[in-house]
């Protein structure tokens, strides 16, 4: 594994170290010595994954509050994303900052997001799978969000009309 730090702080991509032959590949892609000697959480508290039938599905931004804030690591299994982060921590030198990745089958990068972050993500291939391993449990009492397009990050998403929950569509705009 190679972990290569974005422009947020204590936010990193996980590209795949390949060892191959004839057969194809193997590569590691979590492991707890290295995870937890880059100061990221190790202990997976459960697995999601998320099916998306159309390209340009939008699903976002996502983050849970404390006191069951959450990191997660989210690789694309199947298909391309497009998957951003917002650093909403107080205090950060980059907070209110956003960055964002492209996961695809084929790279197999994974992007580690810390506490404190706003997650979401857009499709940029019909069928898409998203794999999370999250470190902290759903808690429906702490979820919140971050409109998509909320002027206050001005996210440069890849395509103009999104397909959208209604849900994702209610969060109110940003107060810093």
Known sequence: MILVETTLKSAWIIELQQFTDERGFFARSFCQKEFAAHGLKTEVAQCNISFNLKKGTLRGMHFQLPPKAEAKLVRCTRGAIYDVIIDLRPGS????????????????????????????????????????????????????????????????????????????????????
């Open 93 to 176: 030198d980059t907070y209110c900052n956003w960055t964002a990745a492209e996961l695809t089958e084929s790279n197999h990068r994974a992007l580690y997001i810390p506490e404190g972050f706003a997650h979401g993500f857009q499709t940029l291939e019909d069928n898409c799978e998203v794999f999370y391993q999250m470190y902290e449990f759903f808690a429906p009492e702490c979820s919140a969000g971050v409109r998509w397009d909320d002027p206050a990050f001005n996210i440069e998403w890849p395509l103009a009309t999104p397909i959208i929950s209604a849900k994702d569509l209610t969060y109110a705009g940003f107060q810093k």
